[in-house]
């Protein structure tokens, strides 16, 4: 080896130790699919090249007016690997003699096209080549256009629709600016190598769309930081890696709901409004069980993405809006850029991606919307999140507490003894009753109607009579609004009472080291009476309502009830004929596993029900059914009890 060969081996072997060459790295070829459905496409042909009322181009006006071509109305759609274009054609052909059209000759037909993608790969332009063609009359017969009037259409509309192009340079654009923010500060040289790299590698076309691969190269992570652990399991987060992880979870969420939110006032299918409400409550509840089982690892969120967007896409591309060719370029850059997270998502978790917060905002405003990364802090209803998810009006909150907040002030509290002094609050009553935030003064009818559901103000009895009271009120309110074998008088009020048994030993508020608050659950997520999830109902409930108005959780875990039994029972015949099959109970007891778990809950406690192998909470809540069914009220005597306060 020549002394200069062995000096170059030495400085990349230096290199390699001071970690300036990584010498694990290596670079991993990618493909990236760019989409554009038919759909899209012929809105993305409309608005370049026939942007005039009715979607019409004026390609020859001469002679004033007596020598005139129309197109309008482009559609496209698949053809044996082929582009079928169609095109709405009138021709007026006459001999102008001063201000009067002599002997006009008028065609109205359809042009049909057979086109072949084709894109420029240093401009990203994309264009058709004609390989065939044919004219049809108005009634899609073949026509013969004859003479002159075929040698205007040949040489006019042939030419215009020959220069038809799509400009993809600046969806290509934004991928690779999206690209980019995947990769972690420190990898933006990888990042943007990767973003250099992309080339137009091929343009095909399919029965469903034009579909063109942009081909790179992408290096791995040298660390191989989001490799699983060798056992193969979720390293379990620190709790600061927990908080952060938390907050950009927080924020994936606010985007979900608003993208989704975006829907409201299109035509959807019930079946497209049953998918994005599977997507949304599948989504919040494998986050909740992730907490609860602490098998989050770093990855989650873009793993949520990639899922949530496979269940999305198609709802979504029939859903873009028709607008000027800036908003659907921007529609095809969404669409683009969340295909491609899910193409890199199949290569390997050694590539060291992941979604970032600046990532999501980037894509909403892809679809020409503002994103607001505090919507996950807020507490109240998102009536467009309701209505695209066919939830209907909220339920009335007209008679809740006039105050916000998570504590009362120190004037709000009970009724101490003399003789007693207030304690101050330690660990336990932090966890329940985190610091208020600025708060209305309540009224005192409304501190008192709250004392009112407290053991210490109210008998055990009378309480327990009472909040049975307002659950069967609850229930039959529930009932009038959709009547079924599920919803009957006897089967439906049982469900809510043990449910709201099971999930809050009938209780709202309590008092905590001699401070009234409303009761959350042990790990903070739940609340009330009903102990509806806080993070899963997001925007379809008031949070300050559900914490703070008995009246309106109850409402609101009977919706949640019936929701399950209407959108995965009732609707969906496999699932109804499954459920016709259970026992009483059984079947109380699989509205009450969804109630909790999610969707997935249906199949899950179906297993759990062939093996015998329940949860500690389907036992529990089977014993808390049975209790209703035989009035067996004195088991919850206990429920407001001293240890109870």
């Not at 799509?166 to 420190?186: H, R």
């Not at 930081?225 to 399991?233: F, K, M, Q, S």
């Not at 609340?527 to 509806?532: A, R, S």
Request: hydrophobic share 45%; glycine share 8%.
């Amino acid at each position: 080896m020549s002394p200069k060969r062995r000096l170059s081996w030495f400085l990349i072997a230096l290199l390699v130790s001071w970690g300036v060459l990584p010498l694990d790295a290596q670079a991993k070829p990618v493909d990236l699919p760019l989409t554009i459905d038919y759909p899209l496409l012929q809105a993305l042909v409309a608005a370049t090249a026939f942007s005039g009322p009715d979607q019409a181009v004026v390609v020859l006006d001469e002679s004033r007016g007596c020598r005139r071509i129309v197109v309008s109305r482009p559609a496209y759609s698949g053809e044996n690997g082929l582009i079928r274009s169609e095109f709405q054609v009138s021709v007026l052909l006459g001999a102008a003699l001063g201000d009067t059209c002599l002997a006009p000759v008028k065609w109205e037909g359809i042009l049909v096209l057979r086109q072949r993608p084709r894109l420029d790969p240093a401009g990203w332009t994309l264009s058709f080549e004609t390989v065939d063609s044919e004219v049809l009359d108005r009634q899609r017969q073949p026509a013969k256009v004859v003479g002159l009037l075929w040698d205007l259409v040949q040489t006019h509309v042939y030419d215009y629709l020959a220069e038809v192009r799509i400009d993809l340079a600046p969806p290509v654009a934004e991928l690779k600016a999206f690209l980019a923010e995947l990769f972690p500060t420190a990898d933006q040289p990888r990042a943007q190598a990767m973003a250099a790299s992309l080339r137009a590698a091929g343009v095909t076309a399919d029965a469903a769309a034009v579909r063109i691969t942009l081909s790179g190269e992408v290096q791995e992570a040298a660390d191989g930081r989001l490799e699983e652990p060798a056992d193969g399991g979720p390293q379990a987060l620190t709790e600061t890696e927990l908080a952060e992880f938390t907050a950009s979870w927080e924020v994936w969420d606010a985007y979900l709901a608003q993208i989704l939110s975006g829907l409201a006032g299109r035509e959807l299918s019930d079946a497209e409004r049953q998918v994005l409400l599977d997507t949304l409550l599948t989504t919040r509840h494998a986050f909740i069980l992730g907490l609860a089982e602490k098998s989050l690892s770093g990855d989650f969120v873009r793993t949520q993405f990639v899922q949530a967007w496979q269940q999305l896409s198609a709802v979504f591309r029939r859903c873009l809006d028709a607008g000027p060719s800036s908003a659907l370029l921007g529609y095809l850059a969404f669409f683009t850029a969340s295909d491609a997270l899910a193409a890199l998502d199949q290569i390997g978790p050694t590539l060291g991606i992941d979604i970032s917060r600046a990532g999501l905002i980037r894509l909403v405003r892809l679809l020409g919307a503002e994103f607001d990364a505090q919507a996950a802090d807020r507490d109240a209803i998102d009536p467009k999140l309701r209505e695209v998810l066919g939830l209907g009006p909220p339920v009335d909150a007209a008679s809740g507490p006039l105050f916000d907040g998570d504590v009362p002030e120190p004037e709000w509290l009970p009724e101490i003894p003399a003789g007693d002094s207030p304690a101050q609050p330690g660990p336990v009553s932090l966890f329940f009753c985190r610091p208020a935030w600025a708060a209305a003064a309540p009224r005192r009818d409304s501190l008192a109607e709250i004392r009112s559901w407290t053991a210490p103000h109210t008998p055990a009895d009378r309480l327990l009579a009472r909040v049975r009271k307002l659950l069967g009120a609850a229930a039959a309110k529930t009932i009038t609004k959709r009547k079924s074998d599920l919803r009957n008088a006897q089967f439906f009020p049982r469900l809510t009472v043990a449910t709201a048994w099971q999930e809050s030993c009938f209780r709202q508020y309590h008092v905590k080291d001699d401070k009234l608050v409303y009761l959350r659950s042990y790990n903070g997520s739940s609340v009330g009476l009903m102990q509806i999830n806080e993070r899963v109902w997001r925007g379809i409930y008031d949070l300050n309502q559900l914490r703070w108005n008995i009246r309106y959780n109850a409402l609101a875990g009977c919706e949640v009830l019936d929701l399950y039994i209407a959108k995965y029972i009732e609707g969906h015949p496999q699932n109804r004929a499954r459920a016709a099959k259970l026992a009483d109970d059984r079947l109380a007891g699989l509205v009450y596993a969804m109630y909790n778990g999610g969707p997935g809950d249906f199949s899950r406690f179906l297993d759990r029900s062939r093996t015998g192998r329940y949860h500690l909470s389907d036992t529990l809540f089977r014993e808390k059914y049975g209790w209703v069914k035989a009035g067996r009220w004195q088991e919850a005597s206990s429920c407001f009890g001293a240890g109870a306060r």
